[in-house]
């Protein structure tokens, strides 16, 4: 029944940065974990980072250090700041939630797009 709402996709210079935001039309009770996944033609989609309960956080290798997930539970909302981006960086951005039955919500994708 959850229904995912993603912003903040668009296009940026290499180095800059970028905010993505997505709110989850469930209570904060039936989340287990909130994360972003991201996928480009011809690839899999790949977990780019992933916060679950008690706050734990994973992130790609390729992303540490320059991208930072959070969760505000109140508003069951998870952020990703990315900043230092890199062209490799570019792809269609989705929102992702586990609910505590470990069923699992997408959302439609935003795009980010890095130019040198």
């Known amino acids: 029944q959850v229904q995912l709402v993603e912003s903040g996709g668009g296009l940026v210079q290499a180095g800059g940065s970028l905010r993505l935001s997505c709110t989850a039309s469930?209570?904060?009770?039936?989340?287990?974990?909130m994360g972003w996944w991201r996928q480009v033609p011809g690839k899999q989609r790949e977990l780019v980072a992933r916060v679950g309960s008690g706050g734990t956080t994973n992130y790609a290798d390729s992303v540490k250090g320059r991208f930072t997930i959070s969760r505000d539970s109140a508003k069951d909302t998870v952020n990703l700041q990315m900043n230092s981006l890199k062209l490799e960086d570019t792809a269609v951005y989705y929102c992702?939630?586990?609910?505590?039955?470990?069923?699992?919500?997408w959302g439609k994708g935003t795009q980010v797009t890095v130019s040198s």
């Open positions: 469930r209570s904060t009770w039936t989340i287990k974990a």
């Open positions: 992702n939630v586990m609910d505590i039955i470990h069923h699992e919500y």
